[in-house]
């Protein structure tokens, strides 16, 4: 575990209609979020990187998304897959939630509950924990050609301000890290995201309807998240 001192402290640890059209369609069906932020620069990070691989592949429930920061970097290693823009969102998480402290490897379930991404028991136990609570959204997602249609609805009535992310992501690259604290390792890296877009601002009443265009084959992930970094509400990805 390594600590790292800066303005926070850093440790290195009713439903909607007839659906959409059906070409590449993904209806939400209630999965759970583990956004794991990690760095190639943490030497604690690596078996976190390969259990948010094994929960995504063993449970059909859980989006995974693995979000690199980039306050490692200067240690010896710039992480090629870091944005600073994934720092500040595990910061809004901090901030939101009144953590004092960050740490990688750490994995955020359903943007609520948090724990050190390795300890597999404790993000098991979370991400069944929230399995088991319904979503309060209808969401699905379809894309046709270069356009995805998005479409939400409450549930049991009002839920906003929401906003609704949409993710782009790539399924796993291998990388030869020549120095910093994994120097000499070939790391598999997967659910790598590598965009991030906040599509719209919505009120959580009636019914919401987004076109979003979308380019490449990268996965798509759409999320319908409380306004501050709060709860995740609805989730649906096409990959």
Request: charged share 20%; with cysteine; aromatic share 8%.
């Amino acid at each position: 575990m390594r600590t790292l001192f800066a303005a926070i402290v850093v440790l290195c640890l009713g439903a909607p209609g007839a659906l959409l059209p059906d070409r590449a369609h993904a209806q939400g069906d209630n999965p759970v979020v583990v956004e794991l932020f990690t760095s190639q620069g943490c030497s604690s990070c690596p078996p976190a990187d390969a259990f948010l691989a094994q929960l995504a592949e063993q449970r059909d429930d859980v989006i995974a998304l693995a979000l690199h920061v980039d306050y490692w970097d200067y240690i010896g290693w710039p992480d090629r897959f870091a944005q600073h823009a994934f720092t500040k969102r595990q910061k809004g998480y901090a901030r939101a939630g009144g953590w004092k402290t960050l740490y990688t490897p750490q994995a955020v379930i359903d943007g609520q509950h948090h724990a050190v991404g390795s300890r597999t028991g404790q993000v098991s136990a979370l991400v069944d924990q929230h399995a088991a609570r319904p979503s309060p959204v209808a969401l699905e997602i379809a894309r046709d050609g270069e356009t995805l249609q998005i479409r939400a609805m409450p549930k049991d009535g009002p839920v906003g301000p929401v906003d609704v992310h949409v993710v782009r992501y790539t399924d796993s690259a291998e990388v030869d890290i020549p120095s910093g604290e994994n120097a000499g390792k070939r790391l598999t890296y997967t659910h790598i995201v590598e965009e991030w877009d906040v599509a719209a601002r919505w009120d959580g009443t009636g019914e919401f309807t987004a076109a979003v265009p979308v380019t490449g084959p990268a996965g798509v992930v759409v999320l319908v998240q409380s306004a501050g970094y709060g709860p995740i509400l609805a989730a649906a990805r096409l990959r």
